[in-house]
């Protein structure tokens, strides 16, 4: 009955007219009974509750919701979680309608039921099954971000989305992540929030007890820098020949400090392009760039590089980055007798401009390989299983980045 959300002070009583408990405008000239015997107001029926598990050590706030679950005030309502009582938040409940709780601790974990007693009318209400659980931390990735924050990172474990997930927080080195996740019971996620440089435990809140991952389980909040534009092969560093599709290498410090790196590229009003990198280490990353119009040779790069929440802007001003002139190759294509036991050497010029692992060279659709490389000259070695193919002619090809092979 509805009547029974309001109380007793309402004058809700048993109205014999209408076989139900209502308000005493509402029964007209029928008999009316107040208080009433509230098993006349019909049985308890149990719509929902929520949640349906919670950690070992209680504190989870179950709410019930149902009509007719009692009235607070005049039956003695007793909720229990197994042989425990359910401490009843009066404040917010709702006789007859919701019931919330507090969650008794347990000794063990497993299933248990949840019951509520009317002791005055000597009714007992089975309401569902009680999971308690114990939740454990057991990994954590990545396990680096920037001290500016925004890093993405997953919480793996067990039992991490019981009990009143809308309470349930993520720490990283005693900071609370934002965006939490509760993706599955096995899975969380958040995003870090600027802090300062340190190494710290991994934790969560879970209905008010902090569940902590074990010395194995840490992250670090690092600053991240880049020192020089690099190239461990030869002399292209500072240089992007300008059409681009090619690959840019950065050095620094902590640049692992983010899955996938950021850069940023402008030059004037004729380009402004961000692309993905691939960290190689924690001082290498690479950013292949892709295929530019409109960039001349002479031309300044202004570039940047984002790690999460970090920005590592103007960075012409510790390296200059320049577009440069495309290598020329002469011939075009290269007409190579098989089995002259000679290596191939391509003849050209601003060959250095690119970086070596931007060259792809095959011969008859197969790698050359060992090469060597000055600014007009490329040495490689054709593949062996030519060999079986002696005084035939075959045809070179030369691929840089992204470009179309000549």
């Given at each position: 009955?509805?009547?029974?959300?309001?109380?007793?002070?309402?004058?809700?009583?048993?109205?014999?007219?209408?076989?139900?408990?209502?308000?005493?405008?509402q029964c007209g000239s029928g008999t009316f009974v107040v208080p009433p015997n509230f098993t006349l107001c019909g049985e308890p029926e149990v719509d929902s509750y929520?949640?349906?598990?919670?950690?070992?050590?209680?504190?989870?706030?179950?709410?019930?919701?149902?009509?007719?679950?009692?009235?607070?005030?005049?039956?003695?309502?007793?909720?229990?979680?197994?042989?425990?009582?359910?401490?009843?938040?009066?404040?917010?409940?709702?006789?007859?309608?919701?019931?919330?709780?507090?969650?008794?601790?347990?000794?063990?974990?497993?299933?248990?039921?949840?019951?509520?007693?009317?002791?005055?009318a000597g009714s007992n209400t089975e309401v569902g099954s009680f999971m308690y659980a114990s939740p454990v931390i057991r990994g954590i990735y990545p396990v680096r971000?920037?001290?500016?924050?925004?890093?993405?990172?997953?919480?793996?474990?067990?039992?991490?989305?019981?009990?009143?997930?809308?309470?349930?927080?993520?720490?990283?080195?005693?900071?609370?992540?934002?965006?939490?996740?509760?993706?599955?019971?096995?899975?969380?996620?958040?995003?870090?929030?600027?802090?300062?440089?340190?190494?710290?435990?991994?934790?969560?809140?879970?209905?008010?007890?902090?569940?902590?991952?074990?010395?194995?389980?840490?992250?670090?909040?690092?600053?991240?820098?880049?020192?020089?534009?690099?190239?461990?092969?030869?002399?292209?560093?500072?240089?992007?020949?300008?059409?681009?599709?090619?690959?840019?290498?950065?050095?620094?410090?902590?640049?692992?400090?983010?899955?996938?790196?950021?850069?940023?590229?402008?030059?004037?009003?004729?380009?402004?392009?961000?692309?993905?990198?691939?960290?190689?280490?924690?001082?290498?990353?690479?950013?292949?760039?892709?295929?530019?119009?409109?960039?001349?040779?002479?031309?300044?790069?202004?570039?940047?590089?984002?790690?999460?929440?970090?920005?590592?802007?103007?960075?012409?001003?510790?390296?200059?980055?320049?577009?440069?002139?495309?290598?020329?190759?002469?011939?075009?294509?290269?007409?190579?007798?098989?089995?002259?036991?000679?290596?191939?050497?391509?003849?050209?010029?601003?060959?250095?401009?690119?970086?070596?692992?931007?060259?792809?060279?095959?011969?008859?659709?197969?790698?050359?390989t060992d090469l060597s490389i000055t600014d007009t000259r490329i040495f490689c070695t054709p593949p062996d299983s030519l060999n079986s193919q002696a005084g035939s002619?075959?045809?070179?090809?030369?691929?840089?980045?992204?470009?179309?092979?000549?």
């Amino acid at each position: 009955s509805s009547c029974l959300s309001v109380g007793l002070d309402f004058n809700c009583g048993y109205c014999n007219d209408l076989s139900d408990c209502v308000l005493r405008g509402q029964c007209g000239s029928g008999t009316f009974v107040v208080p009433p015997n509230f098993t006349l107001c019909g049985e308890p029926e149990v719509d929902s509750y929520t949640p349906e598990s919670g950690p070992l050590e209680g504190g989870t706030l179950l709410t019930i919701t149902g009509t007719n679950l009692g009235v607070l005030d005049g039956e003695g309502i007793i909720i229990k979680i197994g042989q425990n009582n359910c401490t009843i938040d009066e404040v917010n409940s709702i006789s007859g309608k919701k019931f919330i709780c507090r969650v008794p601790p347990a000794t063990s974990i497993g299933l248990t039921t949840i019951m509520i007693i009317r002791s005055l009318a000597g009714s007992n209400t089975e309401v569902g099954s009680f999971m308690y659980a114990s939740p454990v931390i057991r990994g954590i990735y990545p396990v680096r971000g920037p001290t500016a924050g925004s890093t993405l990172i997953h919480i793996s474990g067990s039992n991490l989305n019981i009990g009143n997930m809308e309470r349930t927080t993520a720490s990283v080195v005693g900071q609370v992540c934002m965006s939490l996740n509760l993706i599955n019971t096995t899975h969380v996620s958040c995003t870090t929030i600027p802090s300062t440089e340190g190494e710290g435990s991994v934790s969560m809140n879970i209905d008010g007890n902090i569940y902590t991952g074990g010395n194995n389980v840490k992250f670090s909040y690092v600053l991240p820098s880049v020192t020089s534009l690099f190239d461990p092969d030869n002399s292209a560093d500072g240089r992007i020949i300008k059409s681009g599709g090619v690959t840019v290498i950065l050095n620094g410090i902590n640049l692992d400090a983010a899955l996938v790196p950021q850069l940023s590229l402008q030059t004037g009003a004729n380009l402004n392009i961000v692309v993905n990198c691939t960290v190689r280490s924690s001082r290498v990353i690479a950013c292949r760039v892709p295929i530019f119009t409109g960039v001349n040779v002479g031309d300044q790069f202004n570039y940047s590089l984002r790690l999460d929440g970090e920005t590592l802007s103007n960075l012409q001003d510790i390296e200059s980055l320049e577009a440069v002139a495309d290598p020329v190759f002469n011939p075009v294509s290269i007409d190579y007798v098989v089995g002259s036991g000679e290596q191939i050497i391509i003849v050209g010029e601003n060959f250095l401009n690119v970086l070596q692992e931007d060259y792809n060279i095959t011969v008859n659709g197969q790698p050359c390989t060992d090469l060597s490389i000055t600014d007009t000259r490329i040495f490689c070695t054709p593949p062996d299983s030519l060999n079986s193919q002696a005084g035939s002619t075959a045809t070179v090809v030369v691929q840089i980045g992204d470009s179309v092979p000549v």
